[in-house]
């Protein structure tokens, strides 16, 4: 989709067919990134036919010889049964505790503690502060209609250079506008305490686990073609039952282990 075409979608006077028309631009932007992926892989396979080497197609696409194999397996069918990793890879495993004690919830970063704890090397990096449109679990859990505008704060993560989990926190537009919330790069010293700051005092949260494929956007940024993510969804709420933050994390699955315990005492959201 070009800037044009945003724009005419944008200036769309009626707000409920703006909101189709950015719905139908979506739709048919995820079914594009589907066909544009089995496009690739048939042209890979065609290449290979043609007495190319991969080494050669690799060398050409600006990619590792181990990715061209993954572009030929990710366009390799719509629904398919996990399979395990597509080359050798460091063995990695994090820890993402259920739930979470305290003091890790509570500390400058759970992601680099937990990595830390394990001995592992952890990066991570900002990738998107702005607006976008609710998924429907997640509206569901900040009780806004499917495709209303949330502000959304994505982050990406490795361990030992190895792609491991995207996490994106969620806000209500009328609760994160025009905050620090809503400002870019990470929150200082801590998102729950700037969450404090602005008056809110958490009451409980509720964590959902599913199992499912990625998105093309997920496969290719955790690097998993043929394999199945663990989405974490953490809903926080305030003390009169608000929702106040939506975490949901996409975990390569392979990548990880679940340890679950009883957390005494209260937890932090």
């Not at 197609?57 to 996990?82: C, E, F, N, W, Y």
């Not at 900002?126 to 998924?135: D, T």
């Not at 282990?257 to 932090?268: E, K, L, N, R």
């Amino acid at each position: 989709m070009d800037a044009r075409t945003l724009h005419d979608i944008a200036a769309i006077t009626d707000p409920l067919d703006r909101a189709r028309a950015a719905s139908s631009a979506m739709t048919t932007l995820q079914g594009q990134s589907v066909e544009l992926s089995r496009i690739r892989r048939a042209a890979i396979i065609e290449a290979q036919q043609s007495g190319l080497r991969q080494e050669d197609i690799a060398r050409h696409l600006g990619v590792t010889p181990g990715r061209v194999s993954q572009m030929k397996k990710a366009g390799a069918a719509d629904h398919q049964a996990p399979a395990g990793p597509t080359e050798p890879r460091p063995r990695i495993l994090v820890q993402r505790a259920l739930p979470t004690p305290p003091a890790t919830r509570g500390s400058r970063s759970l992601y680099l503690t937990e990595a830390a704890q394990q001995g592992l090397e952890p990066e991570r990096k900002m990738l998107y502060v702005g607006r976008e449109p609710a998924s429907e679990h997640v509206a569901a859990g900040l009780r806004v209609e499917a495709g209303e505008d949330v502000i959304a704060r994505r982050k990406m993560f490795w361990a030992n250079t190895v792609p491991v989990r995207i996490s994106t926190s969620y806000f209500r537009v009328d609760v994160a506008e025009g905050t620090r919330l809503d400002g870019d790069g990470f929150v200082l010293p801590t998102l729950q305490a700037a969450i404090e700051e602005m008056g809110h005092v958490f009451s409980h949260a509720t964590e959902t686990l599913t199992a499912r494929p990625p998105t093309p956007y997920e496969a290719d940024l955790l690097d998993v073609p043929g394999e199945w993510v663990v989405q974490v969804l953490r809903v926080s709420y305030s003390m009169d039952d608000a929702p106040i933050h939506a975490l949901e994390t996409v975990c390569a699955a392979s990548r990880h282990v679940f340890p679950i315990g009883q957390v005494a005492g209260s937890d932090q959201f």
